[in-house]
């Protein structure tokens, strides 16, 4: 038999079936990979298959996977970013431009990924937002712009001598001075060193946030008019909470009582009466090695204050 599929008029009602079929009583003739695909281009031209699906398909056939149909393929199908899918986010935005797409899968019953690529791909929508300063009072709004005219004329006048003085030459050679230290000791130890430091900050903790900006950005066109974004004040009850960390994680978060000075004194007792039990019971192998502390510059844990 000189070729199994001899050229034909009717080659374009080929279906992938038919060619698969072909390509399996090929290989039961003996043919390989390169034969077949020879006869496969003398009959399709530039429709026929290439010679490494060829070669796929024949290896199944030869394994005795000589499945006719396509396996089912997991995931969801092609059709998540239809027109029923479309018209389903574009009601959902409808009600709400603020919606998230971990939000608007529950109303749809589409996944968090179709949503996205519905929203950015079939849509072209993007979230945009922007502060508007409308809690500002007129002497607020003057007060700033008088500072920054005076901060505008001292730069112009001083240029780079200005930027300098924000950082006084002391502070920036001490701080040259234990950045030095640290990178000789890091360069000796690597990461064991970096496993021994220990730091810590304070930070006010209020009762209520108000909504950043991203949380409150909306998904717009992008010829649309941005969206407008009030400043709200935080709530008026807040705690200072004195955090203390290493590389890994968090070693002690202590909330100071409401009222309490903190001072240097404030700011001993707390790390012998509740920092060191803290690295007892969460790094007790520090002691042993030794811990290396490293105090930021806050006013508060200076002597004398």
């Not at 589409?110 to 809690?135: D, G």
């Amino acid at each position: 038999m000189a070729g199994i599929i001899e050229s034909s008029s009717a080659h374009q009602s080929f279906s992938r079936y038919d060619i698969r079929v072909i390509i399996t009583f090929s290989v039961i003739w003996g043919k390989d990979a390169s034969c077949i695909h020879k006869d496969l281009v003398t009959v399709l031209g530039e429709n026929a298959l290439s010679i490494q699906t060829v070669r796929i398909r024949v290896k199944a056939v030869s394994e005795g996977r000589d499945d006719m149909e396509d396996e089912p393929r997991p995931g969801r199908p092609v059709t998540a970013c239809g027109d029923a899918n479309i018209s389903k986010v574009l009601v959902s935005l409808s009600d709400d431009t603020r919606k998230t797409c971990e939000e608007i899968p529950t109303e749809t019953s589409m996944s968090t990924t179709s949503v996205f690529r519905v929203i950015t791909n079939k849509l072209n929508k993007k979230k945009f937002s922007k502060w508007v300063p409308h809690l500002l009072t007129d002497e607020q709004k003057e007060s700033r712009v008088n500072f920054s005219r005076n901060f505008l004329r001292r730069f112009q006048t001083e240029q780079i001598d200005f930027l300098n003085r924000i950082i006084t030459d002391e502070q920036k050679e001490s701080r040259v001075y234990f950045s030095r230290i640290f990178l000789r000791r890091f360069q000796t130890e690597q990461i064991d060193f970096l496993d021994r430091i220990i730091t810590g900050d304070e930070t006010w903790v209020y009762s209520w946030d108000p909504e950043t900006k991203q949380q409150s950005a909306e998904l717009r066109d992008f010829d649309e008019p941005l969206p407008e974004k009030v400043r709200r004040k935080k709530g008026a009850l807040k705690v200072m909470h004195m955090i203390f960390f290493y590389m890994n994680g968090v070693i002690l978060r202590w909330p100071v009582p409401i009222g309490t000075k903190i001072n240097a004194q404030y700011y001993k007792k707390v790390l012998q009466d509740k920092l060191r039990p803290a690295i007892r019971k969460k790094r007790p192998g520090l002691f042993e090695v030794g811990i290396l502390f490293h105090h930021d510059n806050a006013p508060v844990i200076r002597p004398g204050q």
